[in-house]
């Protein structure tokens, strides 16, 4: 499974960002598709994730009614919608995929699978 992000960039307080990643390789049906926040000397942070095939999501409190994860079975990207952002929600924005296996979504150290990251910058 190879996951490719697009779309970070800065952004003024209060604005909107999308942010896609789109998976290649194996099947994906059998996969927990999941975004994480990187920042200097912090680590990974779960904001969303989403079972690929039933479309059930999960959000992390900080981001839950300000974000919003989905997927394009036909694109096969999976999207994060990002609104009115805060220059807290600064950072490195990783896509990540895991089997069903896991009940737990939010823990890094269970998915597999990881891209290189898209930068957010939101400045005040």
């Known amino acids: 499974v190879y996951l490719v992000e697009s779309g970070g960039t800065g952004v003024r307080a209060g604005g909107s960002l999308t942010l896609s990643c789109t998976v290649s390789g194996d099947a994906i049906s059998s996969y927990r598709m999941a975004w994480f926040r990187q920042t200097p000397g912090q680590p990974r942070q779960f904001v969303a994730a989403?079972?690929?095939?039933?479309?059930?999501?999960y959000y992390a409190d900080t981001w839950k009614d300000r974000f919003t994860i989905s997927r394009d079975n036909a694109k096969r990207t999976v999207v994060l919608q990002m609104n009115t952002l805060k220059p807290e929600d600064t950072g490195g924005y990783i896509c990540a995929a895991h089997l069903l296996t896991y009940d737990d979504y939010s823990r890094a150290d269970l998915y597999d699978y990881w891209g290189q990251g898209t930068q957010v910058t939101v400045d005040s």
């Open positions: 989403i079972n690929w095939v039933s479309g059930r999501t």
